[in-house]
């Protein structure tokens, strides 16, 4: 059974910084495109950022120059490094992998 779980949410000040983890099983890690996706309260759910087999990042423009999609194959583990966060950032984070989705961690960015 795959399973996602994120990690690494939390309250920042804006312009701080913050690094989300997703821990995968039950997949052959290496071999899956994993995507990152948030969705603010009262919102849809939108595509953040995605990192290919190969390693190739695809960023959302409205986050484009601050956040870094990385994975690290050996521990199964893709990561969101957030940068220069601004309150609009504030959202439950998701990742996923095929039709799986993991949990969620929340990230609210507020002075």
């Known amino acids: 059974q795959v399973q996602l779980v994120e990690s690494g949410g939390g309250l920042v000040q804006p312009g701080g910084s913050l690094r989300l983890s997703c821990a995968a099983s039950?997949?052959?890690?290496?071999?899956?495109?994993m995507g990152w996706y948030r969705q603010p309260a009262g919102k849809q759910r939108a595509w953040v950022a995605g990192i290919s087999t190969g390693g190739t990042a695809f960023y959302a423009d409205s986050v484009k120059g601050r956040f870094t999609v990385s994975r690290d194959n050996a521990n199964n583990t893709v990561y969101l490094q957030m940068n220069s966060l601004k309150p609009e950032d504030t959202a439950l984070y998701y990742c996923?992998?095929?039709?799986?989705w993991g949990q969620g961690t929340l990230v609210t960015v507020s002075s």
């Open positions: 039950g997949i052959i890690f290496s071999s899956n495109g």
């Open positions: 996923k992998t095929g039709g799986v």
